[in-house]
Nanobody, 115 residues
Framework: QVQLVESGGGLVQPGGSLRLSCAAS????????MRWYRQAPGKERALVAS???????FYADSVKGRFTISRDNVKNTVYLQMNSLKPEDTAVYYC?????????WGQGTQVTVSS
């Protein structure tokens, strides 16, 4: 059974950092593209970053140079390191993947950037 469990969200001041984790089970993260999305209040869910099975990465323009996606194949976990956070980064962040059995989402973790 595929499961994705996010953690690491919280309240941080502008300019601060957070690291989100997505612990996966039921499949191997190194064999699947893994994605981080976010959804701010009143806005549609948007892709933030992704990492492919071969390690290639993608970042939305709004987070380039500030966010880094990575994975730990031993822990079967994907991370999103977020630096230089801005108030506009405030959102619920979701981990997502697609396997042969369908698309899966985590429950989300809230990130709030505020002074």
């Amino acid at each position: 059974q595929v499961q994705l469990v996010e953690s690491g969200g919280g309240l941080v001041q502008p300019g601060g950092s957070l690291r989100l984790s997505c612990a996966a089970s039921g499949f191997t993260v190194s064999r699947n593209a893994m994605r981080w999305y976010r959804q701010a209040p009143g806005k549609e869910r948007a892709l933030v970053a992704s990492i492919g099975s071969l390690g290639g990465t993608f970042y939305a323009d709004s987070v380039k140079g500030r966010f880094t996606i990575s994975r730990d194949n031993v822990k079967n976990t994907v991370y999103l390191q977020m630096n230089s956070l801005k108030p506009e980064d405030t959102a619920v962040y979701y981990c997502q993947t697609s396997t042969t059995s369908g698309a899966y989402w985590g429950q989300g973790t809230q990130v709030t950037v505020s002074s």
